[in-house]
Nanobody, 123 residues
Framework: QVQVVESGGGLVQAGGSLRLSCAASGRIHSINTVGWYRQAPGKQRELVASITSGSSTDYAEAVKGRFTISRDNAENAVYLQMNSLKPEDTSVYYC?????????????????WGQGTQVTVSS
C-alpha cells in the first residue's frame, strides 16, 4: 500500500505565498506522474499542475506563471510553490501519486490520493 500526505495549507492574504508538500510512503518501487488538484465547494476537482518522472511539468492556465511544481525523487516528495495567490485559488488541494508498487513478487501500478489540505486566500 502507498500512503500520500499533503501539508502546508493555510490562510494567506491575496498576493501572498504558500508552499504545499506531498509525501508518499509505503511499498513504492517507482513514482511516475504526480499531480496537484484542487476542489472548491460546489465545483469539480481540477488539475492544477503535474510533474512526470523526467520532471516535465504542466500547469493549468489559471496558475501559469504563479505556481511551480517540483519533486525530490530521493524523498518521494513533490512540492507546489504558490505565489501571487488570489481569492479564487481558495480550495482544498489534493495530491495524486501514480507509480508502481511491490506486491506478491511483482510490480503493480498504483494511484493514491492524499486527504487534502485547505488553502484559503483572503481579499
Amino acid at each position: 500500500q502507498v500512503q500520500v500526505v499533503e501539508s502546508g495549507g493555510g490562510l494567506v492574504q491575496a498576493g501572498g505565498s504558500l508552499r504545499l508538500s506531498c509525501a508518499a510512503s509505503g511499498r513504492i518501487h517507482s513514482i511516475n506522474t504526480v499531480g496537484w488538484y484542487r476542489q472548491a465547494p460546489g465545483k469539480q476537482r481540477e488539475l492544477v499542475a503535474s510533474i512526470t518522472s523526467g520532471s516535465s511539468t504542466d500547469y493549468a492556465e489559471a496558475v501559469k506563471g504563479r505556481f511551480t511544481i517540483s519533486r525530490d525523487n530521493a524523498e518521494n516528495a513533490v512540492y507546489l510553490q504558490m505565489n501571487s495567490l488570489k481569492p479564487e485559488d481558495t480550495s482544498v488541494y489534493y495530491c495524486n501519486v501514480a507509480g508502481r508498487t511491490y506486491r506478491d513478487y511483482a510490480l503493480w501500478p498504483f494511484s493514491s490520493w492524499g486527504q487534502g489540505t485547505q488553502v484559503t486566500v483572503s481579499s
